[in-house]
């Protein structure tokens, strides 16, 4: 008899271990990375519609020519401070919120690129499957404002996740917390 209450005692044990040993799969870090760091997210920029170098940096990108903004290309000594830089419709899409004090002093807010959540590499876990560090990727695509720069923001960019399984399921740590812990 008391062999038996072992034997039971050892299997419910077992199911109990067994049930909160769930290895951390691709589809469970996808969506808690996804939603830990807000993909999709946005890459914004600050055009300064009173700064001649901004004026320039649209005419030499060349959105003045297909539409997107009209560039004042003289100013006379009353006007300086006043808007060098105005957005046709065909910009409205790109526009983001932009703080009522940053209208105040002529800064519109407008969405370069967009970055999105790509796939999930690899998934390294320690031996008793209580940590793991995942490693993925995301995808930048550029909008038309991004010729305001020399460079192609159009880039596959790897990251890492650090994870800890808690009794309330997987959850991301900083790296610099993760680093304390013995993986």
Not at 64 to 85: A, C, N, S, W, Y
Not at 89 to 96: I, S, T, V
Request: hydrophobic letters at 35%; a positive charge.
């Amino acid at each position: 008899m008391k062999k038996l209450q072992q034997i039971l005692t050892m299997t419910i044990l077992l199911i109990t271990v067994g049930c909160n040993t769930e290895e951390l799969d691709k589809a469970t870090a996808a969506e808690l990375i996804k939603k830990e760091y807000h993909y999709p997210k946005v890459v914004d920029y600050d055009i300064f519609c009173s700064d001649p170098e901004h004026a320039r940096k649209l005419l030499k990108g060349g959105l003045e020519d297909k539409g997107f903004v009209i560039v004042q290309r003289t100013q006379k000594l009353r006007d300086i401070g006043k808007p060098l830089i105005t957005f046709t419709e065909k910009a409205q899409p790109y526009f983001l919120p932009t703080s009522h004090e940053d209208k105040e002093h002529n800064i519109q807010k407008v969405k370069i690129a967009d970055e999105v959540f790509e796939s999930i590499k690899d998934i390294t876990s320690n031996s008793p499957g209580e940590k793991a560090i995942v490693s993925y990727t995301t995808i930048r695509t550029n909008t038309i404002f991004n010729s305001l720069f020399n460079k192609d923001l159009t880039t596959v960019k790897e990251h890492k996740a650090y994870f800890i399984r808690t009794k309330n399921g997987w959850q991301i740590m900083r790296k610099s917390d993760f680093e304390g812990i013995n993986f």
